[in-house]
C-alpha cells in the first residue's frame, strides 16, 4: 500500500489508491490503459480525442515508472493496452492520411475488447494480492526510532562453521521510544538498514518459502514509520524491555508493526538475527550469512530444532547481557541508562517462540515469556518462574496433535499464573507481517484482515506486558479474554 505523507488528510481519491494498493502512477496508467480499449465503443466525436490523451498519459505513465522501478503487477496492465493500441491508433492514423476509417465490427471487437479489459484488471487485482506493505500507525504516545548493532560473544564458539577461531555473532535491530522527527523525514526501510539489503534479505524469505522472488518484490520497496538512529524520548525514564526470536527462517524485522506499536507505548523491542538460521544476515563488513537449515517435518528435522532452539535461547541471554552493558555504559550507545534491566520479557514467534521459553526457564533475568504460536522444544522442561502468554492460532483438525498438551505441559511448569490465548481467525503467520504483503488466504494469513491481524496481536502482547512488567492495575485475564479464548493456568 502506498501512503500519503503525514499529517495529510486523506480524500476520496486517497481511499480509491489505498484499497487499490496502487500508487497514483499506476491507478492512472491503469486508467489510461482502460480508456484506450474503450475507445472503439466511445461515440464517433471523442475517440480522436480520448486517444491522444489516453496514448500520451500511457506512454509517459510507462516511461516514469520504467525510471523509478516497474512492479510486475503492471505488466498485465501494459500488455492489455500493448494490443488495444493499434486498433485505436489506427482509425486516427487513417483519417489523418485521408484513408477512410475501417472499423470492425460490433460482435468482433467485443471479445477482443473483453480480453484486454480482462488483462488490464489483472494489474490492480495482482497489486492487491501482492502489495507493498503500509505499516499500521503505531498506537501509542511515542515516536519510535530504530538502530541496529552487532555483537559478538567471545565465549561462544560458532557452531555452523569449521573454523575454532570463529565466535557466535548475533545482529540486533532496537526499536525504542523516540523523539519526534520533522516533518518529511526518511522513514526507515523495512528489511534492511539499505535498500541493498532489504532486496537481499526479501529474496532470501523468498527462496526459504518456496516463492518467486518476484511475486513479492515490493516488500523492500516498503517503509516503516520508525526513524533510522533517531534521539531517544526526553520523557518516560528507563524503559522495559522485549527481546524477541523470530520464527525458523525468519528474520529480526519479520515483526516490525509489532515492534513498532510497543515502542511507541514505552518499551524498548530488541529483535534478533539468528545466523545460519535467520534467512539472510547482512553483517556490518557486508558479508551475507544464508540459513543452512531447511524444515522437512521428519525426526531429524526436530532434532536440528531442539538443537538450533538450545542456541537462540543462548543468544537471547547473550543479547540481554550486552543489553545490560550497553545501559551500564560498558558499551557506547544512545540508550545508556534509559534501559530497566530489571523489567525484561522474552519472546518469539515459531521455533523463535520455543527460545523464548527455554531462555525464561534457564535464565531468571527474564521476568515475563510471550511465545507468538510456538511449539515448545526444551528438553530439559522444568519449574521456571515467569508468567507466560502463549498466543496460539485458531486449533483445527490439521493442526498437529502434540502441540496443544506439549504447550499445556509447559504452561504448567510456571510457578507464576500463565495463559493461552488462542485467537479466532488466526493462522501460523498472523503473528507477524505476512499479512501485510501476502494474499488473504485464510489458511496462510489468517481471516482477522490485513489490519485487523497486526492491532490484535499487539493489543494482546501489550496488556500483558503492562501487567507484568509494570504491574498496571486491572483483571489480565478479563482483559485477554476481549481478544479470544483463554485459558488461565495457576501455579500448583
Same mark, same amino acid.
Given at each position: 500500500?502506498?501512503?500519503?505523507?503525514?499529517?495529510?488528510?486523506?480524500?476520496?481519491?486517497?481511499?480509491?489508491?489505498?484499497?487499490?494498493?496502487? @500508487?497514483?502512477?499506476?491507478?492512472?496508467?491503469?486508467?489510461?490503459?482502460?480508456?484506450?480499449?474503450?475507445?472503439?465503443?466511445?461515440?464517433?466525436?471523442?475517440?480522436?480525442?480520448?486517444?491522444?490523451?489516453?496514448?500520451?498519459?500511457?506512454?509517459? #505513465?510507462?516511461?516514469?515508472?520504467?525510471?523509478?522501478?516497474?512492479?510486475?503487477?503492471?505488466?498485465?496492465?501494459?500488455?492489455?493496452?500493448?494490443?488495444?493500441?493499434?486498433?485505436?491508433?489506427?482509425?486516427?492514423?487513417?483519417?489523418?492520411?485521408?484513408?477512410?476509417?475501417?472499423?470492425?465490427?460490433?460482435?468482433?471487437?467485443?471479445?477482443?475488447?473483453?480480453?484486454?479489459?480482462?488483462?488490464?484488471?489483472?494489474?490492480?487485482?495482482?497489486?492487491?494480492?501482492?502489495?507493498?506493505?503500509?505499516?499500521?500507525?503505531? #498506537?501509542?504516545?511515542?515516536?519510535?526510532?530504530?538502530? !541496529?548493532?552487532?555483537?559478538?560473544?567471545?565465549?561462544?564458539?560458532?557452531?555452523?562453521?569449521?573454523?575454532?577461531?570463529?565466535?557466535?555473532?548475533?545482529?540486533?535491530?532496537?526499536?525504542?521510544?523516540?523523539?519526534? @522527527?520533522?516533518?518529511?523525514?526518511?522513514?526507515?526501510?523495512?528489511?534492511?538498514?539499505?535498500?541493498?539489503?532489504?532486496?537481499?534479505?526479501?529474496?532470501?524469505?523468498?527462496?526459504?518459502?518456496?516463492?518467486?522472488?518476484?511475486?513479492?518484490?515490493?516488500?523492500?520497496?516498503?517503509?516503516?514509520?520508525?526513524?533510522?538512529?533517531?534521539?531517544?524520548?526526553?520523557?518516560?525514564?528507563?524503559?522495559?524491555?522485549?527481546?524477541?526470536?523470530?520464527?525458523?527462517?525468519?528474520?529480526?524485522?519479520?515483526?516490525?508493526?509489532?515492534?513498532?506499536?510497543?515502542?511507541?507505548?514505552?518499551?524498548?523491542?530488541?529483535?534478533?538475527?539468528?545466523?545460519?538460521? #535467520?534467512?539472510?544476515?547482512?553483517?556490518?563488513?557486508?558479508?551475507?550469512?544464508?540459513?543452512?537449515?531447511?524444515?522437512?517435518?521428519?525426526?531429524?528435522?526436530?532434532?536440528?530444532?531442539?538443537?538450533?532452539?538450545?542456541?537462540?535461547?543462548?543468544?537471547?541471554?547473550?543479547?540481554?547481557?550486552?543489553?545490560?552493558?550497553?545501559?551500564?555504559?560498558?558499551?557506547?550507545?544512545?540508550?545508556?541508562?534509559?534501559?530497566?534491566?530489571?523489567?525484561?520479557?522474552?519472546?518469539?514467534? @515459531?521455533?523463535?517462540?520455543?527460545?523464548?521459553?527455554?531462555?525464561?526457564?534457564?535464565?531468571?533475568?527474564?521476568?515475563? !515469556?510471550?511465545?507468538?504460536?510456538?511449539?515448545?522444544?526444551?528438553?530439559?522442561?522444568?519449574?521456571?518462574?515467569?508468567?507466560?502468554?502463549?498466543?496460539?492460532?485458531?486449533?483445527?483438525?490439521?493442526?498437529?496433535?502434540?502441540?496443544?498438551?506439549?504447550? *499445556?505441559?509447559?504452561?504448567?511448569? @510456571?510457578?507464576?499464573?500463565?495463559?493461552?490465548?488462542?485467537?479466532?481467525?488466526?493462522?501460523?503467520? *498472523?503473528?507477524?507481517?505476512?499479512?501485510?504483503?501476502?494474499?488473504?488466504?485464510?489458511?496462510?494469513?489468517?481471516?482477522?484482515?490485513?489490519?485487523?491481524?497486526?492491532?490484535?496481536?499487539?493489543?494482546?502482547?501489550?496488556?500483558?506486558?503492562?501487567?507484568?512488567?509494570?504491574?498496571?492495575?486491572?483483571?489480565?485475564?478479563?482483559?485477554? #479474554?476481549?481478544?479470544?479464548?483463554?485459558?488461565?493456568?495457576?501455579?500448583?
Amino acid at each position: 500500500m502506498w501512503q500519503g505523507a503525514p499529517g495529510t488528510e486523506d480524500g476520496p481519491v486517497t481511499e480509491i489508491i489505498t484499497d487499490l494498493y496502487m @500508487s497514483p502512477l499506476e491507478l492512472l496508467a491503469v486508467l489510461a490503459a482502460a480508456a484506450m480499449v474503450m475507445v472503439r465503443w466511445l461515440p464517433p466525436a471523442a475517440r480522436a480525442r480520448v486517444t491522444i490523451v489516453a496514448g500520451a498519459i500511457l506512454v509517459l #505513465s510507462a516511461i516514469v515508472l520504467g525510471m523509478v522501478g516497474l512492479r510486475w503487477q503492471m505488466v498485465p496492465v501494459l500488455t492489455g493496452s500493448a494490443f488495444a493500441l493499434p486498433f485505436a491508433l489506427s482509425p486516427l492514423l487513417r483519417r489523418r492520411s485521408g484513408r477512410p476509417a475501417r472499423r470492425a465490427r460490433w460482435w468482433l471487437a467485443l471479445p477482443g475488447s473483453l480480453a484486454c479489459l480482462g488483462l488490464i484488471a489483472t494489474g490492480p487485482m495482482a497489486a492487491w494480492a501482492f502489495p507493498i506493505p503500509a505499516f499500521p500507525t503505531p #498506537s501509542g504516545d511515542f515516536a519510535v526510532g530504530t538502530r !541496529v548493532v552487532q555483537w559478538t560473544d567471545p565465549h561462544r564458539p560458532e557452531t555452523a562453521t569449521a573454523d575454532p577461531q570463529d565466535r557466535r555473532t548475533v545482529v540486533v535491530q532496537l526499536w525504542y521510544p523516540a523523539q519526534p @522527527s520533522p516533518a518529511g523525514v526518511q522513514r526507515a526501510q523495512y528489511l534492511g538498514r539499505t535498500a541493498h539489503e532489504a532486496r537481499i534479505v526479501s529474496e532470501a524469505l523468498a527462496r526459504y518459502a518456496g516463492l518467486p522472488g518476484v511475486l513479492v518484490d515490493g516488500v523492500p520497496r516498503a517503509h516503516t514509520h520508525a526513524v533510522f538512529n533517531a534521539p531517544v524520548a526526553d520523557k518516560g525514564g528507563r524503559f522495559p524491555l522485549v527481546l524477541f526470536s523470530p520464527g525458523l527462517g525468519g528474520v529480526r524485522t519479520q515483526n516490525t508493526a509489532w515492534a513498532e506499536d510497543l515502542a511507541s507505548h514505552g518499551y524498548v523491542v530488541a529483535a534478533l538475527d539468528h545466523p545460519y538460521d #535467520s534467512a539472510a544476515v547482512v553483517l556490518a563488513d557486508g558479508r551475507t550469512i544464508n540459513t543452512n537449515i531447511k524444515s522437512t517435518g521428519d525426526d531429524e528435522d526436530n532434532k536440528r530444532a531442539v538443537e538450533t532452539t538450545r542456541i537462540r535461547a543462548a543468544d537471547l541471554s547473550f543479547g540481554l547481557t550486552q543489553l545490560s552493558r550497553l545501559d551500564r555504559g560498558e558499551i557506547a550507545g544512545a540508550l545508556a541508562g534509559r534501559l530497566d534491566t530489571s523489567r525484561v520479557a522474552v519472546t518469539g514467534h @515459531s521455533l523463535g517462540g520455543a527460545a523464548a521459553l527455554q531462555a525464561a526457564r534457564q535464565d531468571r533475568r527474564f521476568a515475563a !515469556v510471550i511465545d507468538l504460536d510456538g511449539y515448545p522444544r526444551d528438553p530439559g522442561t522444568g519449574p521456571f518462574h515467569q508468567p507466560v502468554l502463549a498466543l496460539t492460532q485458531a486449533i483445527t483438525p490439521e493442526t498437529d496433535s502434540r502441540y496443544l498438551p506439549r504447550l *499445556t505441559e509447559v504452561l504448567k511448569h @510456571s510457578t507464576a499464573e500463565s495463559y493461552r490465548l488462542t485467537i479466532p481467525g488466526a493462522a501460523h503467520l *498472523t503473528f507477524m507481517d505476512a499479512p501485510l504483503y501476502l494474499p488473504p488466504v485464510p489458511s496462510m494469513v489468517g481471516s482477522l484482515g490485513r489490519t485487523e491481524s497486526p492491532r490484535v496481536v499487539a493489543a494482546a502482547t501489550l496488556a500483558f506486558l503492562d501487567s507484568t512488567l509494570r504491574h498496571k492495575p486491572g483483571d489480565l485475564a478479563d482483559a485477554l #479474554s476481549t481478544y479470544g479464548e483463554l485459558s488461565v493456568y495457576h501455579p500448583d
